[in-house]
């Protein structure tokens, strides 16, 4: 996966357009490396209702929690159960194994609002 | 804002790629790889902390243990020159109610009577010298090395290898101390520590200790021995259920309440607060630090209400708070210590509000991990 086909939030989410039309997204590099060791995550069940910016999940590290904010609008497709038992897979892996949610967006048009990779790295760099 | 302090090894640290953060006013790793793999070396092999942040005070002069023994918790009288022990210093005011809190927790090592050395917290240690400065008679001179001396926490299985490899005395008992040389400057080898792991704490001159700090991560290859920072420190001293003081113990909460009553010496004539803490131990304390094992995923943090059962849901009546929270790396789940109403009995499974979600725990008895300490 190269992070730099990827669209970013400001929340440290990435998003991956499929050929299908649906979304995948996960957390940034940046975002785990903050974390630290993530020992539990929370995710939308299938079906759920996202919307573009609201909570939808939590990620979980020894020494903190965050919110995850949904990227776009739309319903979930599938979630990464594998994280269940495998939550470290997020550190190792942010863009492959890691996924969090696979979702149809509702708006496709909505993903081009999203930051590049160019505009992501220049915020990390200001954080 | 006063600019944060530094130890003698900041700049190792950030060489190692630590992630440096505030900690009691001074700039300290909290992780280098990561807090599990840290955690779990030093539950496994060997870790080296660098503690330099925590206070350092030699008590001198005649009557020195005989001052000391009027003022803190613990008898002093209870260990000989050469050993160490954990002690309080609470507070004392002419009004019972305010009286009987925390000011610190604290390690006191009795080389004679006339010689004591302390290890107070990072943050409270300007308190606590001043508290001894108050007090102290004529005579007895509370001498301040918070800067002059540093600490390299030695933990682990293979700790006492490590020790023996760098020359130094490795083989007496836990919660002594013993006298050694580094590169002909004194260090103190005290078999203490924070994990609940067979270590060690060297207090040595910080002239030595980045060569010190250095000779013992050389021995990595033959030892295992993996930087370790505040981060694993705190889910090691959690599994054991050792209080941290600022959220199990403060000015307002009490040696009774945080189940430290084995730490006074309640047949003393005087120390600090216990005339407040003789009464809380009668009438029993309002409020009981107990552990919390997870029954579910909830990870418990800080300042988390703890509710009775009540279905699925949070209904039930809130009993108390969580002081102590994380995920344990031994045990993979959840674990907390928490002040609980004294009703609360050990077995009782209770709730805690996880940002809103009722999240499953058992009251438990700690240590949440069995400790090694005196292996």
């Not at chain 1, 996202?50 to 599938?78: H, N, Q, R």
């Not at chain 2, 005070?57 to 209870?78: K, S």
Request: glycine share 10%; aromatic share 6%; hydrophobic share 40%.
């Amino acid at each position: 996966m190269d992070p730099t086909q990827l669209r970013y939030t400001a929340e440290h989410e990435w998003v991956r357009e499929e050929a299908d039309g649906t979304a995948v997204f996960g957390i940034t590099a940046f975002a785990q490396d903050a974390l630290g060791d993530i020992v539990y995550v929370t995710m939308p069940a299938p079906g759920a209702a996202l919307s573009a910016g609201v909570a939808c999940g939590e990620v979980e590290s020894t020494k903190s929690v965050s919110d995850i904010y949904a990227p776009l609008d739309g319903v979930v497709i599938a979630r990464n159960d594998t994280l269940d038992s495998a939550p470290e897979s997020i550190n190792a892996d942010p863009y492959g194994a890691g996924w969090l949610v696979t979702m149809q967006p509702s708006d496709p048009g909505q993903l081009a609002g999203l930051l590049s990779a160019a505009e992501y790295a220049a915020l990390t760099l200001k954080d | 804002m006063n600019p944060l302090k530094q130890t003698p090894l900041a700049e190792r640290h950030v060489a190692a790629g630590a992630k440096m953060a505030d900690f009691g006013g001074w700039e300290m790793p909290i992780e280098y790889t990561g807090v599990v793999a840290e955690h779990t070396a030093v539950r496994s092999a060997v870790g080296i902390f660098d503690v330099s942040h925590m206070g350092k005070v030699r008590i001198q002069g005649p009557g020195a243990v005989a001052f000391l023994n009027d003022l803190l918790t613990n008898d002093l009288d209870r260990i000989t020159s050469g050993q160490a022990q954990y002690t309080m210093l609470c507070k004392e005011s002419e009004v019972l109610s305010e009286s009987g809190g925390v000011i610190d927790d604290l390690i006191v090592y009795r080389w004679a009577d006339d010689d004591i050395f302390m290890v107070p917290n990072a943050s409270n240690a300007p308190s606590v010298v001043a508290a001894l400065r108050a007090a102290a008679p004529a005579g007895v001179e509370i001498v301040d090395l918070h800067n002059d001396l540093g600490i390299i926490a030695v933990q682990g299985p293979r700790s006492k290898a490590l020790i023996e490899s760098m020359g130094m005395p490795d083989d007496h008992d836990y919660m002594t101390m013993a006298e050694s040389k580094f590169r002909g400057e004194p260090v103190t080898v005290c078999r203490t520590g924070y994990t609940g792991e067979h270590g060690y704490e060297l207090v040595a001159p910080v002239s030595v200790l980045v060569e010190l700090w250095d000779a013992l991560l050389a021995r990595r290859d033959e030892f295992g021995v993996v930087r370790a920072g505040l981060g694993a420190r705190d889910t090691l001293r959690t599994e054991m259920g050792y209080p941290l003081h600022g959220q199990d113990l403060s000015l307002d909460i009490s040696p009774v309440q945080a189940g430290l009553a084995w730490a006074v010496g309640w047949d003393k004539p005087e120390f600090a607060g216990r005339a407040a803490l003789v009464a809380e131990r009668e009438s029993g304390p309002r409020r009981r630090l107990r552990g919390l094992k997870s029954m579910d995923r909830g990870i418990p943090r800080p300042h988390m209400e703890v509710r009775q059962v009540a279905g699925d849901a949070l209904a039930g009546a809130v009993i108390g708070e969580v002081t102590s929270g994380t995920f344990s790396p031994t045990l993979k789940q959840g674990i907390a210590l928490a002040l609980l109403d004294p009703s609360v009995n050990i077995g009782d499974e209770v709730v805690v509000d996880v940002r809103g979600r009722a999240s499953k725990f058992t009251v438990t008895k700690p240590p949440f991990v069995e400790p090694s300490t005196r292996t």
